[in-house]
């Protein structure tokens, strides 16, 4: 990825879907021990959307994010990220072009220990062999609120801090989506509104498009859309929700 690339303005960014899926199915085992986590789902994401995928225990809301990121295959069906058709890509290509199209935000926060918090802010584009732009870096270090920690290593960051500092590695690179799994939920309610804070920030001002899995009513309801999955499938598609109205569909799923 060119440095050009990375800088590029929000406002160039192309409208339509950035992630569409078709006819998913991931089957695991065979026979009687056989178990569908994705049941032909079809589904896509817009450009300039932040979307949190919801369900319950085993609904197959994880092993669609996995698809869609280009981290798991699926049985059948296809995915295309930022016009790129995932099927066939070997592995090289696929490390590529996550590498290039797509940011993560874990749960754990998957900061290296030995690295300075500017160090794993940048680490996946010096990977890549390109420089980050210093001005898109300052804006991202002004954002997330760490600039007079830089030079701590992530064990001198508290939880909320370090999920900061994920969430500007991930965007550094100004990828094409950024998927969250379960990003607030190693937080406290306090540092998980901080961090969705700053991804929804990362939508409306920087024009990011995020996917985020969580369990969480609260995170979900900052969501421009929120999707609901039982049993491998979409059940309910829906715009922006209240936390209570979230709550109460996935009583209904339970």
């Known amino acids: 990825m060119s440095t050009t690339e990375a800088a590029a303005p929000a406002a160039e960014r192309p409208t339509g879907d950035v992630v ?20 032909g789902v079809t589904i896509s994401f817009p450009h300039g959307q932040l979307a949190a995928v919801m369900g319950p225990s085993g609904s197959g809301k994880s092993t669609l994010m996995h698809i869609l990121a280009g981290l798991d295959q699926p049985t059948s069906g296809s995915v295309v990220v930022d016009g790129t058709e995932l099927a066939g890509l070997n592995d090289q290509k696929l490390t590529l072009l996550r590498r290039e199209k797509i940011g993560f935000v874990f749960q754990f926060f998957n900061l290296l220990p030995m690295l300075t918090a500017q160090e794993n802010i940048q680490l996946p584009l010096r990977i890549a062999g390109a420089t980050p732009d210093p001005e898109w870096e300052r804006t991202l270090i002004e954002a997330i609120g760490l600039g007079d920690r830089l030079t701590h290593r992530p064990s001198e960051l508290s939880g909320g801090q370090q999920q900061r500092v994920a969430v500007a590695r991930a965007l550094l690179s100004r990828p094409a989506v950024v998927f ?20 929804r920030r990362a939508v409306d001002e920087f024009g990011q498009t995020v996917i985020m899995v969580t369990h969480d009513a609260s995170a979900a309801s900052i969501a421009d859309r929120v999707v609901f999955l039982r049993d491998g499938r979409v059940v309910r598609d829906s715009g922006r929700m209240s936390a209570s109205e979230i709550l109460d569909t996935i009583k209904t799923l339970e």
Do not use: W
């Open 20 to 39: 569409a899926a078709r006819d998913l199915t991931k089957v695991y085992g065979e026979g009687e021990s056989e178990v569908r986590a994705l049941d």
């Open 180 to 199: 969250g799994d379960e990003p607030t939920g190693n937080l406290d309610s306090k540092t998980g509104a901080e961090v969705l804070e700053l991804l």
